[in-house]
């Protein structure tokens, strides 16, 4: 069966959608959590709303929150906020050579919209590439940011009318959504050792309360998620070049 165009993209909105659908629904404690924690710090509900609208960062959202709340100076709040967020550096190198032939409108709405979420959903190579697949990504990322602003809106509501919500332990949504976001890119050794190494150090310099925990956790387990693929490839080529010496022995011997 033929698609027509106006079929196709149909399609690729309902996958879009319902792709990203499991995502939107988990993090709905974590934006109840993001609204609520914003209206206990006394945000006004304009400002609590505003929050997500334009910063559009769970994380980056709860530490500013409370970096206001104390008030922490503004160049401790951006730096902190900069450094929770700098993954989307990484995130924006991966896909920097299939988004830079993109019209202006497209690159910069893509980018807002480049959360964990969507990136988890863009490992495919063709991902980002042809209409049909920028219909796919601009549906899922749009749907994710339109959940997670209601959500938030939920929080402030609740958190305005009901007791300290802070206190019900929503936060571990979000070490739930960065693990099912997490297992199903475990895909070889290197990452597995990645994850394992960044897992284990991120508690150990937790319980040490090393201010840039997570930084630190980051960056050593990328290092030995990289040595351990340059040890695989030395020892595939070793294992390659031992395997042709044999051969030619044996044909020498023939």
Request: overall charge positive.
């Amino acid at each position: 069966m033929v698609l027509t165009k106006k079929q196709a993209r149909l399609l690729m909105v309902k996958k879009g959608f319902l792709d990203m659908l499991p995502l939107n629904l988990a993090v709905l404690p974590w934006g109840i959590l993001c609204g609520s924690l914003a209206i206990q710090r006394d945000f006004s509900a304009f400002e609590a709303i505003l929050m997500p609208l334009i910063v559009f960062a769970g994380s980056a959202q709860l530490v500013a929150i409370e970096l206001i709340a104390n008030n922490a100076s503004l160049a401790t709040i951006l730096f902190t906020t900069f450094i929770i967020s700098s993954r989307h550096f990484l995130y924006g190198l991966a896909l920097r050579d299939k988004l830079k032939v993109l019209p202006t409108p497209w690159r910069y709405g893509l980018g807002f919209l480049l959360t964990d979420e969507l990136f988890a959903l863009s490992g495919h190579s063709k991902a980002f590439v042809g209409q049909l697949r920028l219909v796919y990504a601009l549906v899922a990322g749009g749907s994710f940011y339109l959940f997670w602003l209601l959500w938030n809106v939920t929080g402030v509501i609740a958190g305005s009318y009901l007791p300290d919500l802070t206190h019900l332990g929503l936060d571990f949504a979000i070490a739930v959504t960065f693990i099912a976001l997490v297992i199903p890119t475990i895909i070889n050794l290197p990452i597995l050792v990645t994850v394992i190494v960044a897992g284990l150090l991120s508690v150990l310099f937790k319980l040490m309360a090393f201010e840039l925990d997570l930084v630190a956790a980051a960056l050593i387990a990328m290092y030995c998620g990289y040595l351990t693929e340059r040890f695989q490839q030395k020892y595939s080529a070793a294992s390659s070049d031992g395997h042709n010496g044999d051969t030619r022995q044996i044909l020498k011997d023939k």
